[in-house]
């Protein structure tokens, strides 16, 4: 099960894409979708057809967000969270091969799109790093075993 934690950015990109869909998108793709039935035969009418798919996407995509926005818990930065991982946090890790990773601990609806270097609560990375400090060993399991990862720096942006 997904946990229902956001960022604040995050939580803000999420309405303001119900925004777009709903107040521009839509609109738009109603005016043509009226249009092209207005021609007449929607069966070989392909404005008609690709603009109707496009409104049921818009139409899914928007009970979705107005079903998951107030589910949602938006968790701000805490003074109390510093020199720890918590949700929110930009960590980097190091593993004994010198290989090293960054990423911000996000909720699971802030991974997809253009959100680079972002990890969800939800992995196994997550858990295994929640609650470590700098320095801390953090064992995560893969499918090849268990693998030692080191906590070199924590940082948080407000």
Same mark, same amino acid.
């Given at each position: 099960? *997904?946990?229902?934690?956001?960022?604040?950015?995050?939580?803000? *990109?999420?309405?303001?894409?119900?925004?777009?869909?709903?107040?521009?998108?839509?609109?738009?793709?109603?005016?043509?979708?009226?249009? #092209?039935?207005?021609?007449?035969?929607?069966?070989?009418? #392909?404005?008609?057809?690709?603009?109707?798919?496009?409104?049921?996407?818009?139409?899914?995509? +928007?009970?979705?967000?107005?079903?998951?926005?107030?589910?949602?818990?938006? +968790?701000?930065?805490?003074?109390?969270? #510093?020199?720890? +991982?918590?949700? !929110?946090?930009?960590?980097?890790?190091?593993?004994?091969?010198? /290989?090293?990773?960054?990423?911000?601990?996000?909720?699971?609806? /802030?991974?997809?799109?253009?959100? *680079? !270097?972002?990890?969800?609560?939800?992995?196994?990375?997550?858990?295994?790093?929640?609650?470590?400090? +700098?320095?801390?060993? #953090?064992?995560?399991?893969?499918?090849?075993?268990?693998?030692?990862?080191?906590?070199?720096?924590?940082?948080?942006?407000?």
């Amino acid at each position: 099960m *997904k946990t229902k934690l956001i960022t604040p950015e995050g939580y803000r *990109k999420l309405n303001d894409e119900h925004d777009e869909l709903w107040l521009k998108q839509r609109p738009e793709i109603t005016k043509i979708v009226t249009w #092209a039935a207005s021609l007449g035969d929607r069966s070989e009418n #392909a404005d008609y057809q690709y603009n109707k798919r496009k409104l049921r996407e818009i139409d899914r995509r +928007v009970r979705y967000l107005r079903k998951l926005l107030p589910e949602l818990q938006i +968790v701000n930065y805490s003074p109390q969270q #510093a020199g720890k +991982v918590f949700f !929110g946090a930009w960590v980097e890790i190091e593993n004994d091969e010198g /290989e090293t990773k960054q990423f911000r601990i996000v909720g699971p609806e /802030e991974i997809y799109g253009d959100a *680079k !270097g972002y990890i969800s609560i939800d992995s196994p990375m997550a858990r295994a790093l929640i609650k470590k400090e +700098v320095d801390d060993v #953090a064992s995560v399991k893969t499918p090849t075993g268990y693998k030692d990862w080191y906590i070199t720096s924590i940082e948080y942006k407000k």
